[in-house]
């Protein structure tokens, strides 16, 4: 089902199913690269904070440290140390009724070019067998009855491979080689701020909820994404109110997966066998009824971070900047700045002394809604921040001073050379 046709106005319409390890190895791989690595087998045991610092208490092979930063983020997931120990509380609900077989295994006699899914009866749910990429294991998944036992149970691959044997019968399947194998109860909760004082939350510690749809991982990207760049303004020197508009914009988008998913969830738990097969194809192929399982209609409009000057362009502050065409490389040394550039259509004039990229197929003045001149200031994480129908030097310098508390000399001198952003 990776391999899905195209479906108009979706720009990703597939789903692509990938190893949890092959990410984390891609996300180390680019931490190594900054000359970061990450640290396992490390415990936190205990946090305190000041006006000035947080003092975590961490434990390593049995042995005590006291890890002083300015900021502490925690990403240790629904069971949260860091949420409990600032005293967070995690609103939601329970579904003790409803548990998940999961695992990622070896599954012989079964064809790898398409995702199985086997609808078997009333009570029995759906059976779903994906092929991942590149790792030769299946992804599986099974309602277990509230009855059946497992959960106080250690699994096993004979677990998985009876369950399948009861509610499918297919002969000539063999389940081998486990990656992982659990029981899933499901939670729907999530925290009600995402900040004390210096600790912040992201991911899993401040939400978790079906896993109808997959949308665990990217929002706990996704809130990652946002909260970075913020988090190095503020080191460099910005304003530390800057830092509440990680929650002010995230904290909305976590209501609204945890909304989308329970319904998302609920349907695919429900008898109707051939609707919840229909909704399941339709989502992994970019069709969902529920939401945008991509998350690239995600929106920060209405958010103290989004300005528009006028409505002389399609696109909003908040909306996040579509791919239209590559970006030039920007040299390390300049990493940081802010950088001007104009789209032209071809046949216009530009000079030498001009950072201009040609709009060949109009594509780029189409998906933002551009014709004519227009401005889009773009934040780091890839979201628009400032809107207009003519370059403006003032609005974008004001725009930068109040997030960023710096008047941006480097972006004025740059700016002073562009008559209009496109």
Known sequence: M????????VPYPGSLMVGQQFTEATLREKLASFGTRVELGGELVELAQDRDQVTASVRFDGQHQDVRARYLIGCDGGGSTVRKQVGIDFLGETWEQQRMLFGNLRVDGLDASVAHMWATGPGGG??????M??????????????????????????????????????????????????VYQVNIRMVDR??????????????????AGGQGMNTGVQDAYNLGWKLAHVLRGAP??????????????????????????????SDDSARVSERIVGAFQGRDPFSDVSQLSITYRGSSLARDLDEAIGIRAGDRAPDAQPAPQVSEGRRGDVHTHRILPPGLPCSDSESALIDSAGEAHDLYGVDGDGLVLIRPDGYVALTGGSWDDQSVADYLERVTGDRAHRFERVAAAARSAW
């Open 2 to 9: 990776y391999d899905a046709p195209p479906v108009p106005g």
């Open 126 to 131: 759906m059976l779903t067998l994906a092929p």
């Open 133 to 182: 990429p590149r790792s030769g294991t299946w992804f599986f998944t099974a309602p277990l009855p509230p009855d059946d036992g497992q959960g106080t149970s250690p699994v096993s691959v004979e677990t998985f491979a009876d369950i399948f044997s009861q509610r499918v019968g297919m002969s000539g399947v063999r389940f081998h080689d486990a990656v992982y194998l659990s």
């Open 194 to 211: 995402y900040r004390d004082g210096r600790v912040l939350l992201a991911g899993d510690a401040a939400h978790v909820h079906t896993p």
């Open 240 to 269: 530390e109110p800057l830092l509440d508009t990680y929650e002010e914009e995230r904290l909305p988008i976590a209501e609204h997966v945890l909304a989308s998913t329970t319904a998302r969830g609920r349907f695919w738990s």
